[in-house]
């Protein structure tokens, strides 16, 4: 069974920045693929960006675009997301999820293509 516990959420004024960290339980973290998405209250959970197996390969929402990195540690079964330049609008619960295939370069931007999600951890960006 894997597992995925986000943390790192909090508090943090515009402007401000934030390393979140999602940590997976289970030995074949480095074959899956992985991507952050977000809810906002009243809002459907969104995509937010995704990073492939090996690492190489990323791809973010246009709304974070040069302001938010995904990477990932392998030999430590970890994914961050840096997030700098925080607006209010990206005030929401972020969520870690890792792909239903294995697959050393692809990545994913739907949900669907997600089978494992982390509890998520609220992140609140002040004005």
């Known amino acids: 069974q894997v597992q995925l516990v986000e943390s790192g959420g909090g508090l943090v004024q515009a402007g401000g920045s934030l390393r979140l960290s999602c940590a997976a339980s289970?030995?074949?973290?480095?074959?899956?693929?992985m991507g952050w998405f977000r809810q906002a209250p009243g809002k459907e959970r969104e995509f937010v960006g995704a990073i492939s197996a090996s690492g190489a390969s990323t791809d973010y929402a246009n709304s974070v675009k040069g302001r938010f990195t995904i990477s990932r540690d392998n030999a430590k079964n970890t994914m961050y997301l840096q997030m700098n330049s925080l607006k209010p609008d990206d005030t929401a619960v972020y969520y870690c999820?890792?792909?239903?295939?294995?697959?050393?370069?692809?990545?994913?931007?739907?949900?669907?293509?997600?089978?494992?999600w982390g509890q998520g951890t609220q992140v609140t960006v002040s004005s």
């Open positions: 289970g030995r074949v973290f480095s074959s899956y693929a």
């Open positions: 999820a890792r792909s239903l295939l294995a697959g050393f370069n692809n990545l994913y931007i739907a949900e669907a293509s997600y089978t494992y």
